[in-house]
């Protein structure tokens, strides 16, 4: 069964460096892309960048100068870190995964998401 | 970016047949996804490709359209399909989403 499980800490200070875990199983990370989504309170959808199985990484240009993504096959972790945090990047951080190994960009397995709020 | 435009919101009554848009800015050719949202909860996806439907996800939901222009036709609609819909398209880098069609059931 494939399963993601976003954790991390809800409350940043502005400014500071948000570090995200999403950890799976049912699946291998050498095999699979995992993405990072999120979703301010109350609006859409945002592609912030993808772990490709190879271990290749592509960021949202638009977040690319803070944005991080690596991972711990071994753990079977993906990790997320953003730096210079402000008040609009609070919202819900989601890891996804694509739908096969070949089908890729397209999202079939989602985490439940673990909610950011950026405050002093 | 590739900006994807959807209408805000739809109001129907159970038991029609209800289409949402998205149109692209730009061609995407047939990579076109379509979730579902429900409030509290992460997105499900519904439609992949443009037209195939999700394993698992009820045949009352269908996809249509290529180039810039889209459409995901729920028919008949149920009760528990009041819930926000998102399109995303992959074929330009990077990913990107619409804002969202809020449907509610009157």
């Known amino acids: 069964q494939v399963q993601l499980k976003e954790s991390g800490p809800g409350l940043v200070q502005p400014s500071q460096t948000l570090s995200l875990t999403c950890t799976v199983s049912?699946?291998?990370?050498?095999?699979?892309?995992v993405h990072w989504v999120r979703q301010p309170p109350g609006k859409g959808l945002e592609w912030m960048g993808r772990m490709r199985y190879n271990g290749d990484t592509s960021y949202n240009s638009a977040l690319k100068s803070r944005l991080s993504i690596s991972r711990d096959t071994s753990k079977n972790q993906v990790f997320l870190k953003m730096n210079s945090l402000q008040t609009d990047d609070t919202g819900t951080y989601y890891c996804?995964?694509?739908?096969?190994?070949?089908?890729?960009?397209?999202?079939?397995?989602w985490g439940q998401g673990t909610l950011v709020t950026v405050s002093s | 970016d590739t900006v994807l435009t959807q209408s805000p919101a739809l109001a129907v009554s159970p038991g029609e047949r209800v289409t949402i848009s998205c149109r692209a800015s730009?061609?995407?050719?047939?990579?076109m996804h379509w979730y579902q949202q429900k409030p509290g909860q992460q997105p499900t996806l519904l439609i992949y490709l443009a037209s195939n439907l999700e394993s698992g996800v009820p045949a009352r939901f269908s996809g249509s359209g290529s180039g810039t222009d889209f459409t995901l036709t729920i028919d008949p609609v149920e009760a528990d399909d009041t819930a926000t819909y998102y399109c995303?398209?992959?074929?330009?880098?990077?990913?990107?989403f619409g804002a969202g069609t809020k449907l509610e059931l009157k």
């Open positions: 995303q398209q992959s074929w330009n880098d990077p990913n990107t």
């Open positions: 996804t995964r694509d739908l096969t190994t070949v089908a890729t960009d397209w999202f079939a397995y």
């Open positions: 730009e061609s995407v050719s047939t990579l």
């Open positions: 049912g699946f291998s990370l050498t095999s699979y892309n």
